[in-house]
């Protein structure tokens, strides 16, 4: 049988991002799939060498519209490590709510992005609806929806009044009950367990062999959370990992469905848990030293590498995100599918070009 | 599928989530919501200290001719000059500012600060001068 080969993206309507997979197909399947990425470098990581450290906050939250919050926690976590600065526990527990609350927002978009995938738009329409519930929550407290500009090296920049606190708990109640009626349709309906379940296996061997990360290895049944490690306020709360063991799509989509509830219980715990006092410290002198940050974004692990010199600008700011370590194991997961699976393989590893290529 | 079925006819009937701008007004902003920056010339000391911290480099201060420059097209509205300005002349609006097909530039001009006075350099008398031609 001859061989054609279907280029899938830069643009292309299930994709909001631009990856570009050359399909190498035999009749409709798979055989190989070769990734072209690079169509929006913007050099963010040079611009720290041009821009104060301060300043570099606002840059690093543009390396990813979704997970914003998380990209700018890592970077004043680093930094605040190099220049040995403890913050108040109160900023803790507010960095850790914004970031729970960011995790919510991305997790109800990409399950909106898989109905979408399918082929299922009143579902996608559905979810996208909650979302607009979170986004509201993060415009009250921090003044934006997505790119918040909350985090300031040694602390925070904003702080909750009693009306933020509760209506934080009852749009998190409100949540919880609106997302089991999603929950039902995601986990029971049939049109889109046929299109999950078997779809795109990746055994816990293989997860290991190509170091998976996030939601997509908890779904191959690897127990691996960087929350569980305990930094920031995270280590005063209490959650276990979930984690799945079939490791196809259907795995990864109940994966974030009860992550989604395990960030409502985790917003929960910790406004209870939230103390008095202030939010920030004082900050003076330059940052000298080398560090390397890392924490849980909603996608997987996130890795800072940080070198300061002492002056305003740092030497180098180096960023691995969770997509760049997804991308080789949806290259394994592609060949053998069929062409109409495709789009539900590539959403199920959630990518997120602009945070790669930066 | 009797569930999503039953989250359609809620839809149906229900209140409409969405609302139809721009015939319908749009949603009240919080009160902490960042929209805009509002400049108030008359505090001002041109320090240009809110320039210097603008991640974008959205702002132009002149001491020399008065002027405070604010490239609206530039500027991501993320309240590091509110913040800075030590006389508490930038505020933030939660108004939006709407769309526009031209670059909006809000440009202030301001009485430039008098240069500083030059200090008299201060006369050393001739008696107090150390006289090394007759140190022996």
Known sequence: MARTVIPFGPQHPVLPEPLQLKLVMEDDKVIEALPAIGYVHRGLEKLAELKDFNQMIYVVERVCGICSFMHSMAYVRGIESIMGIQIPDRAEYLRVIWAEIGRLQSHFLWLGLLADAFGFESLFMETWKYREKILDLMEMTTGNRVIVSANKVGGVAHDFTDEHVKAILLAVSDLEKEMHQVETVFVQNYTVKQRTIGVGVLTRSEAIEYSVLGPIARASGIKMDLRETGYSAYKYLNFETIVEKEGDCYARTVVRIREIYQSLDLIRQAVEKLPTGDIIVPVKGFPKGEVISRLEQPRGEAIYYISANGTKNLQRLKIRTPTFGNIPALLKMLPGSNLQDVPVLVLTIDPCISCTER | ?136
Do not use: Q, Y
Not at chain 2, 27 to 48: M, P, Y
Not at chain 2, 81 to 104: L, Q
């Open chain 2, 1 to 136: 599928m009797a569930k999503m079925s039953e989250l359609i006819a809620r839809n149906f009937f229900g209140k409409k989530p969405t609302r139809l701008f721009p015939a319908a007004p749009e949603r009240i902003a919080f009160d902490r919501s960042r929209g805009r920056i509002v400049f108030n010339e008359k505090t001002c000391i041109l320090c240009s200290i809110c320039a210097r911290r603008c991640p974008a480099n959205a702002l132009t201060v002149d001491r020399a001719t008065g002027k405070w420059e604010l490239d609206a097209f530039r500027c991501i509205i993320c309240g590091e000059c509110v913040a800075a300005c030590p006389k508490k002349s930038i505020t933030m609006s939660n108004e939006r500012r709407h769309g526009s097909e031209t670059k909006v530039v809000e440009t202030f001009m301001m009485e430039p600060p008098k240069p500083p006075v030059p200090k008299k350099p201060i006369p050393v008398k001739p008696v107090e001068a150390l006289d090394i031609s007759t140190e022996k």
